[in-house]
């Protein structure tokens, strides 16, 4: 048996009794922790600016474009967020901060309303109409993956596209590709798509690519500075490997054109057979986050910025190759004025 | 042919540690969960978590060397502080570890030493969130790691106390940057820091069970204990943290 000298177990004992303070210190001292607000009014207010400060990716570019000062709209705000306020006064205040964006992807999600920003459109005339669209898609249109189709009386195909929210399945292009074949030319009419999936709008364009295409640049943001951004990366279109279409279309917009269907109208006018025709489309290129405040209410706001083939913004829209808004002569005589100017600049 | 080699190997691997002179241990876990991933939110999340513990363990006093080899499944749903939003958490670790064992006080007292690579799979989920709701957690880490078991008797019954340690040294993980989109890594094929190497500074993952195994019969022994998994990272101007602690129940099978 092994005999043990009291002085050695001694300094085992003591080496094993401050392990564990050493390791407590180590512990305490590499926590990976972060500064929580109250859930005060305060607390809600200062939580969201610095959510919005640290991760939102136009300030500078807002600053830039029509004079947006985040730390001014904090001095502004702060002052109102303070007192005892009520859930709906602190949801006014905080969505009023938020409006400062101008940007229709910010929203502040509550159980009883949703904070937005629409004036993107909601200043604007619609230019368009489902009345007067029904005159032209009648009753017995098609309808696969949410878009309805049919064929108009001059040979002209028409696919309406009202969202980007549903999956478009590869067959359902072939079919809608092969029921356009012998048509002279193809209408799609995006107007009041708020977007949707950004690989359903990309599906869809790559019909009409022909080879390989750049079609815009991405970053996204490194770090919490303002102007701390990764290097601009390239977007290439790809054509599909199934039935593609290879004549004239036309691609109608309107200022409800926003989210992924901007970045539908983006990648489409770098094609030499696609026109678009109609009004500025309503923006919206930062890719979303969502984030939460302490009394459980959501925040989203534009994370990652996208630019054009140009590396050009295109938050605020995308300006049509001919600008044509609905008439009210038109209107009366039950025709659209953006698909009749399309019709007419598809045959010639 | 290197999957055949690599199957080939898994199945020496797997018919070694069912030989004799194993400890085989299987425990299950209930406790609380804390989480923040400030990729998806900049509040903390904290619920309950279960979890599954397999160990397996050399047995052999004898034997200089062992190895132990752990998986743990965990599963939490979490709450922020105001009870409106929900994080799901689910992960599986994978610990395999090699230990230079020592024996003292009459073999009462076996002292482990060694390390362990441990491989970590699994996402939180933001259920709240329409855009980017989900965050991956995949991570390969080498833990210096010490075990200590003691057997004694009390009331005529014997007892094992076991207590188990990991700390962080150096690793691997994957994580999209700061406000990098999950359709910009998978989608575009975007690549910008996304494989990270880690260290105990900027992942101070630690890990610990305190166990006591109450003899049944001469193979069998009922267990019950406290598992400590303490995964942490900071990187990419990030921060995660998934404090797992877990009240374990379970049994022992020695063959």
């Known amino acids: ?348 | 042919m290197r999957s055949k080699i690599l199957a080939i190997v898994t199945l020496l691997a797997l018919s070694a540690s069912a030989q004799e002179g194993t400890r085989s241990v299987h425990l299950l876990g209930v406790g609380n969960t804390n989480i923040l991933d400030t990729y998806l939110s900049q509040e903390k999340y904290k619920g309950d978590g279960f979890t599954y513990l397999y160990i397996r363990e050399g047995a052999t006093p004898e034997k200089r060397w062992n190895n132990v080899i752990e998986h743990e499944l965990d599963f939490s749903t979490t709450e922020d502080r105001s009870k409106t939003t929900t994080e799901l958490e689910a992960g599986y670790n994978l610990y395999w570890g090699r230990y230079r064992q020592w024996r003292l006080l009459d073999d009462h007292l076996r002292l482990q030493a060694g390390g362990l690579i441990n491989g970590t799979l699994g996402i939180i989920y933001h259920t709240s969130s329409a855009n980017n709701p989900v965050q991956a957690r995949v991570a390969l880490n080498l833990m210096p790691s010490g075990i200590a078991t003691y057997d004694f008797r009390l009331w005529k019954q014997h007892f094992t106390a076991r207590y188990e340690l990991n700390v962080p040294l150096l690793g691997v993980m994957f994580s999209p940057n700061y406000g990098q989109s999950y359709y910009e890594i998978f989608s575009l094929g975007n690549y910008d820091h996304n494989v990270v190497p880690t260290t105990f500074v900027s992942a101070p993952t630690f890990r610990q069970q305190l166990t006591l195994d109450w003899q049944t019969g001469d193979r069998i022994a009922i267990r019950i204990g406290y598992l400590g998994n303490y995964q942490q990272a900071a990187v990419n101007n990030l921060k995660q943290h998934v404090y797992a602690n877990r009240f374990l129940i379970g049994i022992v099978v020695k063959r």
């Open chain 1, 1 to 348: 048996m092994r005999v043990y000298h009291p002085y050695h177990i001694w300094q085992r004992v003591k080496a094993a009794a401050f392990l564990p303070f050493y390791l407590f210190t180590f512990l305490l001292f590499s926590c990976v922790d972060t500064q929580e607000y109250e859930n005060t009014p305060q607390g809600n207010f200062e939580a969201l600016w610095k959510i919005i400060d640290e991760h939102y990716c136009f300030l500078d570019y807002k600053h830039q474009a029509y004079g947006l000062d985040w730390q001014q709209v904090y001095n502004i705000y702060n002052v109102r967020a303070r007192g005892d306020l009520s859930s709906y006064q602190l949801f006014e205040v905080l969505t009023g901060m938020l409006s400062e964006l101008r940007d229709g992807h910010v929203n502040l999600y509550t159980s009883f309303d949703n904070g937005r920003y629409w004036k993107w459109h909601e200043d604007y005339p619609a230019n368009f109409s489902d009345t007067l669209q029904r005159r032209y898609l009648g009753t017995d249109y098609r309808l696969a993956s949410g878009m309805q189709y049919r064929i108009l009386d001059d040979n002209i195909g028409y696919l309406y596209v009202g969202s980007f929210a549903n999956t478009i399945g590869e067959s359902t292009l072939d079919e809608i590709i092969k029921y356009f074949a012998f048509c002279n030319g193809m209408i799609i009419d995006i107007r009041g798509n708020g977007g949707g999936n950004l690989t359903s709008a990309e599906t869809l364009a790559a019909r009409f690519c022909q080879e390989k295409t750049l079609t815009g640049y991405i970053q996204h943001k490194t770090g919490k500075g303002h102007n701390d951004f990764s290097e601009m990366e390239p977007q290439y279109m790809e054509p599909s490997s199934r039935f593609r279409w290879q004549k004239p279309v036309a691609v109608l917009t309107n200022r409800e054109v926003f989210s992924a269907a901007n970045d539908f109208v983006m990648i489409m006018k770098c094609f030499p057979l696609v026109k678009t025709v109609g009004d500025q489309t309503g923006g919206g290129s930062g890719l979303p986050f969502t984030s939460t405040l302490p009394n459980g209410w959501t925040v989203r706001f534009s994370a990652c910025p996208t630019y054009d083939h140009n590396r050009q913004q295109v938050e605020f829209g995308i300006a049509p190759d001919y600008e044509v808004s609905l008439t009210d002569d038109d209107f009366r005589q039950g025709k659209d004025t953006l698909i009749e100017f399309a019709r007419k600049l598809l045959v010639e």
